[in-house]
């Protein structure tokens, strides 16, 4: 069946230091795939999504890019800050239903 | 504008109950989706409700049931409670025509013991 596979956690970065966090999905068809932010003590909130191959997903600095040859959408960010410490959630949507990771908690130090 | 809103936030109950949380979608939104988000997993999709009827399931069995009423709120029910339905329960809305934007609550906690 669908689903979508994260990079385990938790990562601890120093502040301005480069993120990546990997994702990779297996789906039957085209799935759009998207994702989502959990700050402490608040819901999820989406990120960025891209809903065809290739396309590239942006806000917020993040950015992650639907590589289809390679199942991945991993997530990118140049230059972390301490406000980005947060769980990140990838997840894909085939039809109506929504697949997601387990998640991935970042952790930015001063 | 009121994002998406759920009660209660908080609810303890012991097993064999049932339970009944509540849904507003962010308004102008006509799609309502259910998800089940135990510890340290990511949400895992119950069912979504769209013009009162259930759209989609997933893998979850009949003792979870909802509703969703003509102004698109939405109950999640959930029968013969067992101590692995603890978990927090989110609900998200979406919109005509821009379903894949989801909004999602802050979710109510359910303790069952």
């Known amino acids: 069946g669908d689903s979508v596979t994260q990079m385990e956690g938790p990562v601890t970065l120093s502040e301005e230091a480069f993120l990546t966090i990997n994702c990779t999905y297996t789906?039957?068809?085209?799935?759009?795939l998207f994702w989502y932010v959990q700050y402490p003590g608040e819901g999820l909130q989406l990120l960025l999504k891209?809903?065809?191959?290739?396309d590239k997903g942006s806000n917020k600095g993040f950015e992650a890019t639907y590589r289809k040859e390679t199942t991945s959408f991993h997530l990118e960010k140049g230059s972390v800050q301490v406000s980005d410490s947060a769980v990140y959630f990838c997840?894909?949507?085939?039809?109506?239903?929504?697949?997601f990771g387990t998640g991935t908690s970042l952790t930015v130090i001063p | 504008d009121a994002g998406v809103t759920q009660s209660p936030t908080h609810l303890i109950k012991t097993r064999g109950q049932q339970v009944t949380l509540r849904c507003s979608p962010k308004?102008?939104?006509?799609?309502v989706s259910w998800y089940q988000q135990a510890l340290g997993q990511g949400p895992q999709f119950i069912f979504q409700?769209?013009?009162?009827?259930?759209?989609q399931r997933g893998n979850f069995p009949d003792r979870f049931s909802g509703h969703q009423f003509p102004n698109y709120s939405s109950e999640l029910n959930v029968n013969a409670l067992l101590l692995g339905d603890s978990a927090l329960y989110l609900c998200?809305?979406?919109?005509?025509?821009?379903?894949?934007?989801?909004?999602f609550g802050p979710g109510t906690r359910l303790l069952v013991l």
């Open positions: 308004s102008g939104h006509d799609t």
């Open positions: 997840a894909l949507r085939t039809g109506n239903q929504f697949y």
């Open positions: 789906a039957t068809g085209y799935p759009s």
């Open positions: 409700y769209y013009e009162e009827e259930e759209r």
């Open positions: 891209a809903t065809k191959a290739d």
């Open positions: 998200a809305s979406s919109g005509r025509g821009k379903k894949e934007t989801q909004y």
